[in-house]
């Protein structure tokens, strides 16, 4: 599959790029990115063309791969499936209601693939934990907390990232909790939330099914109060998240290739795909609705 790239920062760097080369079923043909000396560096490290122009990679490709924020990211993707690619999309797919739709609509026009880059439902381990959980029937109650130090003093490289410090822990951390618990518990149909300090957000969900559940985000604690935890309870006990491996992003975007050639074969749509990434941009926006409503 000849894929391109749109994005040139870190994630494009570290996980989108390497996967994109090491993928068997994939030809990096080329990468654009809104800084032409950044597409023309990173191109040079992936050996591959760098592209002035988005339209004209598309038209050299049969995929896109995202790694743009989601506002950018969202335009573009509507373009490129115009143009008869399919899509390997970030989460979230827009932070803006409209937009996620507006984008659903032009790849269901289009006839072409999807599939949201939710790391931890590509992570082998985590994407096997949810996938028992969503055959077991009877859970009552779930909560995901993420406890990230990218703004609190960790280095990370993605701690300037303009758009992580406009939407916070929220959007960026929201889509990849909500990704976890939503299959085993079913559709949202109640959203409350409060804040505390910096970016952190308590968040109170209510499921179609009768469960409810919680998600606590944040990007500012210190690096020593940091985790990533995720739990179910119901008629069949406690279940808890397993650990990460040692494996990493690239490997999880991997699995999402394979995930995109797939849905490209068979016709079958993916879970994760587009119409899930505009539930999750509808369920962020409730949350940060809800959190107008209190003022804070």
Same mark, same amino acid.
């Given at each position: ?6 994005? %040139? ?5 570290? %996980?989108?790029?390497p ?8 030809e990096?043909?080329g ?9 023309a560096?990173l191109?040079?490290r ?14 050299d490709?049969?995929?896109?791969a995202?790694?743009l924020p ?5 335009? *573009? ?10 899509? *390997?999309l970030d ?7 409209p ?12 006839g ?10 590509f992570a082998p381990?985590?994407?096997?934990w949810v ?5 077991t029937?009877?859970w ?10 990218v703004?609190?003093?960790?280095g ?11 939407r916070g822990?929220?959007?960026d951390?929201?889509?990849?909790t909500?990704?976890l618990?939503?299959?085993p518990?079913?559709?949202v149909d109640?959203v409350?939330?409060?804040r505390?300090?910096?970016?952190l957000v ?10 409810s559940?919680?998600? &606590?985000?944040?990007?500012t ?16 006990g ?5 650990e990460?491996g040692?494996?990493g992003?690239? %490997?999880?975007?991997?699995h999402a ?7 490209i074969? &068979?016709?079958?749509?993916h879970?994760?795909?587009v119409?899930?990434g ?9 949350t ?9």
């Amino acid at each position: 599959m000849r894929i391109g790239l749109l994005g %040139t920062g870190p994630w494009a760097r570290l %996980t989108h790029g390497p996967a994109l080369v090491e993928h068997p079923g994939t030809e990096l043909v080329g990468v654009w990115g809104r800084r032409p000396e950044a597409a023309a560096e990173l191109a040079g490290r992936l050996n591959t063309r760098a592209y002035e122009d988005a339209d004209a990679l598309f038209a050299d490709c049969d995929a896109v791969a995202f790694a743009l924020p989601p506002d950018v990211q969202a335009p *573009l993707a509507v373009r490129a499936a115009a143009a008869g690619c399919h899509l *390997l999309l970030d989460k979230p797919v827009a932070t803006s209601v409209p937009a996620a739709r507006e984008l659903a609509a032009a790849v269901a026009a289009a006839g072409v693939a999807s599939v949201v880059f939710f790391t931890l439902r590509f992570a082998p381990e985590s994407a096997a934990w949810v996938a028992a959980q969503s055959a077991t029937k009877g859970w009552v109650t779930g909560r995901a907390d993420w406890y990230s130090p990218v703004f609190g003093g960790s280095g990370s490289p993605y701690q300037d990232s303009p758009w992580r410090r406009e939407r916070g822990a929220l959007w960026d951390l929201g889509p990849h909790t909500l990704s976890l618990l939503l299959p085993p518990l079913g559709d949202v149909d109640s959203v409350t939330a409060a804040r505390g300090p910096g970016d952190l957000v308590h968040i109170a969900l209510g499921h179609a099914s009768g469960a409810s559940s919680t998600m &606590t985000l944040t990007h500012t604690v210190p690096p020593q109060a940091s985790s990533v935890t995720a739990e179910l309870r119901g008629a069949a006990g406690i279940t808890t998240l397993p650990e990460r491996g040692e494996a990493g992003a690239v %490997t999880s975007l991997l699995h999402a290739v394979d995930a995109l050639l797939a849905a490209i074969r &068979t016709g079958e749509p993916h879970p994760c795909d587009v119409r899930f990434g505009v539930r999750v941009t509808e369920i962020l926006a409730s949350t940060e609705a809800a959190l107008l409503a209190r003022g804070v």
